[in-house]
């Protein structure tokens, strides 16, 4: 079991920049794949970015292409997740998660607790 423990989150304006980080613990798999996903109340879960630990494969949902990097500490197993250029839209509860490739929502086997990102116009 993969415990998942987030922090960054936090109130910011529009164009301003955050830095989410999840630390794993546990029984972590080399071949699980980390990633974020994000929830705004009344919503389906949506998937943000995702890693393979070796850093080689790296995707992102078209919203944030170009603003958003997802990047992991190997050593710390801790996974990254930098946010710039943030619009109000970006406003969403984030869930750090690992599973299989491709990590979709349905191969997730562990979820974080979630960190709130708001963005402020």
């Known amino acids: 079991q993969v415990q998942l423990v987030e922090s960054g989150g936090g109130l910011v304006q529009a164009g301003g920049s955050l830095r989410l980080s999840c630390a794993a613990s546990?029984?972590?798999?080399?071949?699980?794949?980390m990633g974020w996903f994000r929830q705004a109340p009344g919503k389906e879960r949506e998937f943000v970015a995702a890693?393979?630990?070796?850093?080689?494969?790296?995707t992102y949902a078209d919203s944030v292409k170009g603003r958003f990097a997802i990047s992991r500490d190997s050593a710390k197993n801790t996974v990254f997740l930098q946010m710039n250029s943030l619009k109000p839209e970006d406003t969403d509860v984030y869930y750090c998660?690992?599973?299989?490739?491709?990590?979709?929502?349905?191969?997730?086997?562990?979820w974080g607790q979630g960190t709130q990102v708001t963005v402020s116009s």
């Open positions: 998660a690992a599973g299989s490739p491709p990590l979709r929502i349905e191969r997730v086997v562990n």
């Open positions: 546990g029984r972590t798999f080399s071949s699980y794949f």
């Open positions: 890693t393979s630990w070796s850093g080689i494969t790296i």
